[in-house]
């Protein structure tokens, strides 16, 4: 799985302050062999990330694991796919869901999802099969249902913008209404449309 470019810079920068993590490329076979501070493996495997977060993902064939600075396994070969650790937690899945690990490589979520985002506020943004999306919290807590168009925006806790059957609305986190789904369209910095007029819902703080 291929690192998004943003998180393979930080986690090149964290290897090269705390510790020496060289890939190695066999000659003649599509296997690689990991250096560290205190040993090397063999040509075991045939997908290494960079080191991140003291962890990283590597393949054995099609299925990935986590190894930590010493390769040290912390979790089994399960995960079709895999990315590397931000800010305590990964996105991994197989061929038809995807959830989310955190640091203690627990999986977060009590089902899989078609889609998801790392958190924002301890709030995890998923996209249902069906198509809809909603919001679970970082310890697999369902906060808002999988009901709506888009994907919600989150202000704050406080302040999440819906969208349902192509009208928007503000709820919070408990999925409570703050302003009624009925505008045609409101902006993050807390604008909403409706009739022809702009209206003013929340300030961005």
Known sequence: MRLFFAASISCLLLVSNVQHWQITKHPNLHRYAISTDTFTSDYLYSEVSELCEGKAYVAK???????NK???????YVFVEAHNFIDGYAIVGDSISKNLL????????????????????????????SETWGIYDVRGNQKLPMIYDIPPVVINRETIIVRKEEVYGVVNDCNEIIH????????K???????GKYLRLFNRK
């Open 102 to 129: 955190n640091s203690r490589m627990q999986v977060i979520l009590p089902i899989g999802v078609a889609q998801l985002r790392l958190p924002t506020d301890g709030l995890i943004i998923v996209k249902s099969h």
């Open 189 to 195: 910095n807390g604008l909403g449309y409706k009739q």
């Open 70 to 76: 010493d390769l040290k396994e912390l979790t089994p």
């Open 180 to 187: 009624p789904v009925g505008f045609q369209y409101i902006s």
């Open 61 to 67: 064939g099609e299925l990935y694991a986590y190894v």
